[in-house]
């Protein structure tokens, strides 16, 4: 594969190097990307992730954490390093990574470009042991993506059903900042969107659950007042500690 145009995200893909091949095994399995690259070994991957949701309900920042989680990496300052640029209203953040699975370490490189709600992200990695091996080849791939001009096409279910999904992993994050009802509203708008996935029905109860939680840590911070000792093990299981 050399040339690729998703007419759902609107970026293309064009490299001189001859060694890349669809992985159908893993887009199987996976439905996330919306594409997914490897060489005949399987020692060296890309894979491209993309969304399209409004701007003023998911930021640059929330959505690139959304992707960088369905690609399985996560965005603390200990596994991931991102360099972001701006020019006009195009963003395009840099990042390396690793992840420790078991005994093995994986390097990935990748960049997430941002514009208008449309967030693509393209990350190729290896195992440690092969980076170097790898670390132009994977270079070459991510500086192949390019974003194009956004199609006027309706788009296809698995572009819709994967927006639902980053519309509820936004609702985990505000769940992650004790912003239950904000997560709330996340959850059932992803809902709307792909009633058939029974996870943000999960996710809903789940946010629901956390805001009686809170109700209830507000009601009995009185105990704090005439019995601090029991307040101190009731909060240790539910509640956050009280503002001096």
């Known amino acids: 594969i050399q040339e690729y145009y998703s007419k759902n995200l609107g970026y293309s893909f064009k490299t001189k190097d001859t060694i890349w091949h669809f992985w ?4 199987a399995q996976n439905a996330d990307p ?5 060489n005949l070994k399987e020692e060296v991957s890309l894979f491209v992730y993309g969304a399209i949701v409004p701007e003023d309900e998911v930021s640059e920042n929330d959505l ?34 690793t992840r ?12 997430f470009i941002y514009e208008s709600g449309r967030g693509i992200l ?11 091996e790898y670390k132009q080849l994977i270079e070459n791939a991510i500086n ?33 900042e004790n912003q239950p009802l904000a997560a709330l509203a996340y959850f059932e708008k992803a809902n ?3 009633s058939d996935e029974p996870l943000h029905l999960i996710n809903r109860n789940l946010s629901g659950i956390r805001k009686m939680q809170e109700n209830l840590c507000v009601h009995f ?20 500690p009280p503002e001096k």
């Open 24 to 27: 159908n095994g893993i887009s």
């Open 34 to 38: 919306d594409l997914v690259l490897t």
């Open 64 to 97: 690139y954490k959304v992707l960088l989680r369905r690609l399985g990496i996560s965005d603390s300052p200990e596994e991931i390093t991102t360099q972001r640029k701006k020019k006009n209203s195009r963003s395009v953040s840099h990042f390396e990574a």
């Open 100 to 111: 420790q699975i078991g005994d093995y370490d994986f390097k990935y490189r990748g960049k």
């Open 122 to 132: 393209v990350a190729g990695w290896s195992q440690g042991i092969l980076a170097k």
């Open 144 to 176: 192949a993506i390019e974003m194009e001009e956004l199609p006027e096409i309706e788009q296809d279910a698995k572009t819709a059903k994967f927006n639902a999904a980053v519309i509820s992993e936004t609702g985990l994050l505000r769940l992650e």
């Open 192 to 194: 709307r969107m792909d």
């Open 221 to 240: 911070l009185f105990l704090y007042a005439i019995l601090p000792d029991t307040y101190q093990s009731y909060r240790q299981e539910l509640c956050s």
